[in-house]
């Protein structure tokens, strides 16, 4: 069964770095896109960033400059490096990846979404 597991959120100040790292593992064919997404208490969850096989990215325009998305596709893991952290950070972190492999069982070229557990990040003095 294909699974993400996410580390690297914890407690920083403000103007501080944290960097995250996601890791898929389980029966995978290939990944395609993979994304950062975000979610706040009482919001919700929206992209942050994402990045194609290839090595293409974007940024929503709130973390542009400081947040850097990139990927290790010989390790199936995607690395988030955040600086220059704002408390309008603080937010559970999702990494989300669209993975074609086993599901449920049957091998399938056809990619599905697939989502971390989430991970806290906190700026706070």
């Known amino acids: 069964q294909v699974q993400l597991v996410e580390s690297g959120g914890g407690l920083v100040q403000p103007g501080g770095s944290l960097r995250l790292s996601c890791t898929a593992s389980?029966?995978?064919?290939?990944?395609?896109?993979m994304a950062w997404y975000r979610q706040a208490p009482g919001k919700e969850r929206d992209l942050v960033a994402d990045?194609?096989?290839?090595?293409?990215?974007s940024y929503t325009d709130s973390v542009k400059g400081r947040f850097t998305i990139s990927r290790d596709n010989s390790k199936n893991t995607v690395y988030l490096q955040m600086t220059n952290l704002k408390p309008e950070d603080t937010a559970v972190y999702y990494c989300?990846?669209?993975?074609?492999?086993?599901?449920?069982?049957?091998?399938?070229?056809?990619?599905?979404?697939?989502w971390g557990q989430g991970t806290q990040v906190t700026v706070a003095s």
């Open positions: 989300n990846a669209a993975i074609s492999g086993n599901r449920f069982g049957i091998w399938s070229n056809e990619e599905y979404p697939y």
């Open positions: 389980g029966g995978i064919s290939a990944i395609g896109l």
């Open positions: 990045i194609t096989k290839s090595g293409r990215t």
